[in-house]
């Protein structure tokens, strides 16, 4: 149980924090990051961060980069993983405190 409670606490903390760090030209990338919930029986819950369709398609190229049309390369603008290690470093810490407690 306070697996699931944590899990949903970092996740929507992973959440805000891709909101704020994404690139904005418009905004509509930024804004389509969700969480969403897949329950498992006798099994804590997984919580899937994703971007919404159609932004989706944006994510490997804005955090790696990409080829222009007419040659050269635009530079990629890391945002998804160091949010991703901030979320798994707050997880396993909020899960060995729980453990630690009982």
Known sequence: EKVNVSSERVG???VK???QTSPKKTGKY????AMKTEPEVGQPHKR???VKAPH??????LEHGHAKVGGGRVEGKPHIRPAEEMAIQEFVAEVEEAIKRG
Request: hydrophobic content about 45%.
């Open 12 to 14: 929507k903390a992973a």
């Open 17 to 19: 924090r891709l909101k």
């Open 30 to 33: 930024a804004k389509s990051w």
């Open 48 to 50: 899937i961060v994703y």
């Open 56 to 61: 989706y398609r944006l994510t490997h190229l």
